[in-house]
Each structure stands twice: as C-alpha cells, then as structure tokens.
C-alpha cells in the first residue's frame, strides 16, 4: 500500500463499510470522498452513495491488523477479529495461547512492529 491516509480518510473508509447500502453519507465521507475516489479507495454510485473497492478494503483491513498487532503488544487480553487473528496467524505475527480466543506476539509480529514504528503506513 503506497497511499498515505489521514485519520479521517481511514474514519471514512470505515464509516462506508459499515454503511447500508441506500445509506445517506455523512459529512465525514462527503470531506473525503474526491479524494478517495482519485486514489480508488471508493466508487460512487450513480445513486449518490459510495462503496469501498478491493483497494479501499485491502487498506481498511490492513489498518486493523496493524491495530489489533498493536493492542496484543500492550495488552496480551485483546480480542482480536476473527479475520484479523486468521491473517496474523497464517502469516506467523501472532500463535494462539492456551487460553482460547488469545494470542501472543511471535518474534516476527515484533520485528513487523518495529518496521512499521520505523516506517509508518500512516
């Protein structure tokens, strides 16, 4: 992912994937929406509404697993999504405890982390 999003560019990806289909889009959005269509984050619709592309989703989704390496690094309780935990797990940042529905960082989650620390995606 070479795009660099704000806050609020990631707030507003977030908030059109959680956003019903007919859904009216919020002020949120509206601010971000030119932009995120430029870089093909989202695609309007014809109704007015916007729908986030495999590229947006692809972005969303790794903002979470980014997130929730994060949150296990602070706090070994974190839930993590299902998804989220599936992705982190085959790609060996995260192994499963003896505690089902926890994890722990593997060396490999640390040494991403510390990449990510050192080269931010956002």
């Known amino acids: 992912m070479s795009q660099r999003l704000s806050r609020d560019e990631y707030d507003a990806l977030e908030q059109v994937s959680k956003m019903p289909k007919a859904g009216k889009p919020n002020a949120c959005i509206a601010r971000n929406a030119k932009h995120l269509i430029g870089i093909k984050f989202l695609s309007a619709?014809?109704?007015g509404t916007y729908v986030?592309?495999?590229?947006?989703?692809?972005?969303l989704?790794?903002?979470n697993c980014i997130a929730g390496l994060r949150a296990l690094e602070?706090?070994?309780?974190?839930?993590?999504?299902?998804?989220?935990?599936?992705?982190?797990?085959?790609?060996?940042?995260?192994?499963?405890?003896?505690?089902?529905g926890h994890f722990?960082?593997?060396?490999?989650?640390?040494?991403?982390?510390?990449?990510?620390?050192?080269n931010p995606p956002a």
Request: glycine share 8%; with cysteine.
């Open 45 to 47: 619709r014809k109704d």
């Open 52 to 59: 986030l592309t495999e590229k947006g989703s692809e972005a």
């Open 61 to 63: 989704f790794m903002k």
């Open 74 to 100: 602070t706090n070994a309780d974190t839930m993590l999504d299902v998804a989220v935990a599936t992705f982190l797990g085959r790609k060996g940042h995260i192994v499963a405890t003896t505690v089902p």
């Open 104 to 118: 722990e960082i593997t060396q490999k989650g640390r040494e991403c982390l510390v990449d990510i620390a050192q």
